[in-house]
């Protein structure tokens, strides 16, 4: 039952400040007893070596783990899985902390929980981490003196000098999915200046309008009461690691509309579809001075698929989100969600069905009426819409720089990231 599995609490924050502040409210809240913080320190994954911490009742050991192939998602599966699954069982722990690495995304590891088999846990039947616990809240940790330069930038980790080569993350994609994912965040702004404060606090108002925000003045004044009065204020509506769902409203939370400090979200909503060469030249307007931008997108060349677009600072991701209603079988019908069934019904066309583009764009530097101008330009006109309608045949012919389909850099097996090595450095491991 859903009641009996362990909850499991996440820090997360980008490295410096912010880390210093996960590494701080761990300890705070591993003071409670049957609370266990667990930490992978993944500064050495260019040589294979990770370093996994765990705290208990004030005893600390350290395990030096060796990995067949080094890389974030190897550590999630060969060792952070399996050892939840292994803590879960120990009738002493009572909540489980993780104090995230910069390196792990917190929305990556909740969705891993839910849906990574685990397998060779003695006395454990093999599946998700997610039967044995549960996430009950994502805490952010944010340094506001550098966080809105960091998710408009376009620096990728690598070159930060926190991943590896093959790792081709972004800072910004970092900054701003840890904020959007956080079911909570905690801000610490010494030595940010007023405009930073304020400039940061709406933004996040408007990535995360659902988190309650602390702000606190650095990681050493940090104390328990702050911590536990933010977390109370967690609402019951928290995702709670849940996965976001691209065909939901993409303002969920209700977000401010109307601008502050120059901060604002532009909605682009249209029923015609873009030309994707147009598109591709056009996109670089979400690229500079933007935040964030997400949503659903219909392209001319691709009619039956969801084209999804999310970027991050000056890093894209284009991607797809299944297909749209009105290109399904009816058996694959069956499986939608209701509610996205008749939320479709009410712009249903009779020629084009539910396919449609809606876009968010978050920006904190860009002017909304040029963005909002260059989508509409990369619009299909009122010939290459007949084309769409009579003559699709023609439209397939188009160019289309999103038809490429690309691989993650990692896409080793489960199976094949094993643990070759554990080696004990200090302490006893409490059983």
């Not at 060969?78 to 120990?90: F, K, Q």
């Not at 610490?188 to 995360?208: P, T, Y």
């Not at 400090?261 to 056009?282: I, M, Q, S, W």
């Not at 694959?332 to 583009?357: I, K, M, N, Q, Y």
Request: proline share 6%.
């Amino acid at each position: 039952m859903a009641s009996q599995r362990k909850p499991v609490l996440a820090l997360a924050g980008l490295p410096g400040r912010a880390a210093d502040g996960v590494e701080r409210a761990a300890r705070l809240l591993g003071e409670k007893p049957g609370t266990v913080v667990v930490r992978h320190d993944l500064s050495e994954l260019r040589q294979g070596v990770v370093r996994r911490t765990v705290r208990i009742d004030g005893r600390e050991t350290v395990t030096v783990l060796e990995l067949a192939h080094g890389c974030v998602s190897c550590t999630l599966r060969a060792d952070l899985l399996p050892y939840l699954c292994l803590l879960a069982e120990r009738d002493s722990v009572r909540r489980i902390v993780l104090a995230l690495d910069p390196a792990f995304e917190a929305e990556a590891v909740c969705q891993a929980i839910d849906d990574v088999v685990v397998t060779g846990v003695v006395g454990r039947v093999d599946g998700p981490a997610g039967g044995s616990v549960r996430i009950d809240s994502v805490l952010t940790c944010i340094d506001a003196r550098d966080w809105l330069a960091d998710a408009t930038g376009d620096e990728t980790l690598y070159e930060r000098g926190h991943a590896t080569v093959e790792d081709e993350r972004t800072v910004a994609q970092l900054a701003v999915g840890q904020a959007e994912f956080a079911d909570a965040l905690l801000v610490f702004d010494s030595g940010a200046d007023l405009v930073d404060r304020e400039r940061a606090s709406a933004v996040l108002a408007r990535l995360a309008p659902r988190a309650p925000i602390g702000w606190v003045a650095e990681p050493a004044a940090l104390d328990v009461d702050d911590l536990n009065w933010l977390l109370r204020r967690v609402p019951v509506d928290a995702r709670r690691g849940a996965p976001f769902d691209p065909h939901a409203s993409l303002l969920a939370g209700a977000p401010p509309l109307e601008p502050d400090c120059g901060v604002a979200l532009v909605e682009f909503a249209t029923d015609r579809p873009f030309h994707p060469d147009r598109l591709h030249t056009a996109i670089d307007v979400l690229l500079d001075g933007v935040v964030s931008a997400r949503g659903r997108a219909w392209l001319a060349t691709q009619p039956d698929e969801v084209v999804w677009l999310e970027s991050a600072g000056g890093g894209l991701r284009v991607g797809g989100a299944g297909k749209w209603l009105a290109a399904m079988t009816s058996r694959e019908l069956d499986e939608v969600d209701p509610e996205r069934r008749a939320l479709a019904s009410l712009r249903w066309h009779e020629r084009f069905g539910d396919r449609h583009t809606s876009l968010v764009i978050l920006v904190a530097d860009a002017d909304p009426e040029e963005i909002r101008h260059a989508l509409h330009w990369a619009l299909v006109d009122e010939d290459e819409l007949r084309q769409v309608r009579f003559a699709p045949e023609r439209v397939a012919l188009w160019a289309d720089p999103f038809g490429d389909q690309h691989e993650e850099p990692c896409d080793t097996r489960p199976d094949d990231a094993r643990v070759r090595n554990q080696t004990s450095t200090t302490g006893e491991e409490n059983r």
